[in-house]
C-alpha cells in the first residue's frame, strides 16, 4: 500500500510540475540585433501598424550623431523626428489597389530590449473603405547602406486568424532593397480565430500561477470532512467528494463569468492592482480554512466573491490581448469556455490523486498542511509585492544565506 502511496504522489508532483513549470517557459521573441521590423494590427475596420528600427544602425544610417555608448532619450531624438519620418515614408510603402493605402504618423517612443534600443513609430493605415484583401508592402530601411541588416514583417493582432500579441514570426522577410511582398487579409475564418480564443482561455488558467494555486487551496480538503472537534476524516463515498467539487467549480465559475462579461464590456472597472491583491489573498484564506475553519459553512459565497476577483483579472488579460477588438461575444464565450476547459484539466490532474491518498495517515497531517503552508507562504508574498507595489528579490535573499 505505501509503495502505491508513493507512486501516486510522485505521478501528482510530477504532473504539478509540469502545469507549473509551463508558466515560466521562456518564449521565443523578436527584437534581435541587426533586424528592423513592421507589426501589423488588423481588427473590425481598421489597420494600424508599428515600425521599430534599431537605433545604432539607424544613427549610422542618418548620421544623426548619437553617442554609440549611451541610450538614446526622448530629447535627444525630437530634433531629428522630421527627418526621421522622411526616411521611413520613402522606405516603408502599402498598396492596397484598386484602394488607396496612406499611413498617417500617430507617435513615437522607445523599446529597449536585452541586446538594442528600438524607436517605434505608430502609424494609423487610411484611405481605404473596405478592408483590403492584401497590402502589398515594401520595407527597406537601413539594408541599403548595411546589407547584412533584415526587415521582418509580422502581424500581431488579427481576431480571424487567431494572432494575438505575435511578437516572434514574421510572415514576411526583406533582405535587399526595393523587395516587395503581399500580405493576404482574406485568410482565417470564425472558427479558426475562435478556437484560438479558446486556446487562450486554456493556456491562461493552466499558465495563471495564481489561479491554479487558487484551485489546489480549494481541493486540497475536498476529500475530507471536518468533524465536530476540528479533525479531518476521510470521506466515505466518491460521490460525495466530487459532488463538492462540481460545487466548488460551479460557483467559482459562475463568478468569474459574471466579473469577466462586465469588465470586459467596460461596465464595472477595478484597478487592477487591487484585483490582483484580492486573488493573492484569496489563496492565503483558502489555505487558513485548513487549518481554522473561518469559512464556517459559508464556502461557497466565499468562493463566489473571490471567484468575481478572478474574473476581473482574466478581462485584464483579455484588454492586454486584445481579443475583443472583433467579434466581442464570440471573444467573450470562447475565452470563457477556455478557462472552463483548463480548470476541469486541472482537477481532472489533481483530484484522483488526492482521493487515493484520502485514507492515507499523512494526508491530513502532512500532504494538506504542508501544501498549505506553502501556499499561504506564496500568498502573503504575492500579496506584499502586489499590494504594496514592491519587488521582494527571494532568490538572492536566499543565496546570501548559503
Known sequence: MRSTAARIILAILVCLFCLLSSSSLPR????????????????????STRVEMPVKELNKVLELGFSADKKVRMGDIEPHMEQIQTYVNEHLTLDCSPQVCDLAFQEHGFLNTTFAQFLTLDYVVEGFQD???????????ILEQLPQHTNMVL??????????????????????????QTLD????????????????????????????????ALLL?????????SMWQPVGKFSTAFVYIIKIATAFTIAHSITLCLATLQIVQVPSRIVESIIAASIGLAAVDIFYPIFRGRSW?????????????????????????RNAVLSLFGFNLGVELGQLMIIAVVFPGL????????????????????????????????????????????????
Not at 157 to 179: V, Y
Not at 221 to 229: A, K, M, Q
Request: glycine share 8%; hydrophobic share 50%; aromatic share 14%.
Open 355 to 402: 482521493y487515493l491518498l484520502r485514507k492515507q495517515r499523512f494526508y491530513p497531517s502532512f500532504v494538506m498542511k504542508i501544501g498549505a503552508l506553502l501556499l499561504g507562504a506564496m500568498s502573503l508574498y504575492w500579496f506584499i509585492e502586489r499590494a504594496f507595489d514592491v519587488n521582494i528579490r527571494v532568490l538572492p535573499m536566499l543565496q546570501g544565506l548559503f
Open 185 to 216: 487579409l482574406t485568410s482565417g475564418s470564425l472558427w479558426q480565430g475562435f478556437s484560438a480564443v479558446v486556446y487562450l482561455g486554456i493556456i491562461h488558467i493552466v499558465e495563471g500561477i495564481d489561479h491554479v494555486l487558487f484551485l489546489v
Open 155 to 180: 502581424v500581431e493582432e488579427n481576431w480571424m486568424t487567431g494572432t494575438f500579441k505575435n511578437e516572434s514570426t514574421p510572415l514576411m522577410i526583406f533582405k535587399q532593397p526595393g523587395q516587395t
Open 301 to 325: 459565497l466565499i468562493i463566489f466573491l473571490f471567484g468575481l476577483f478572478h474574473g476581473f483579472g482574466f478581462a485584464d488579460v483579455l484588454a492586454e490581448l486584445g481579443v475583443t477588438s
Open 28 to 47: 521565443a521573441l523578436a527584437h534581435n540585433l541587426g533586424q528592423s521590423y513592421v507589426y501589423f494590427q488588423i481588427r473590425e475596420s481598421t489597420i
Open 131 to 141: 478592408m483590403p484583401d492584401t497590402i502589398d508592402v515594401t520595407y527597406d530601411v
Open 221 to 229: 480538503p475536498s476529500v475530507l470532512r471536518r468533524r465536530e472537534d
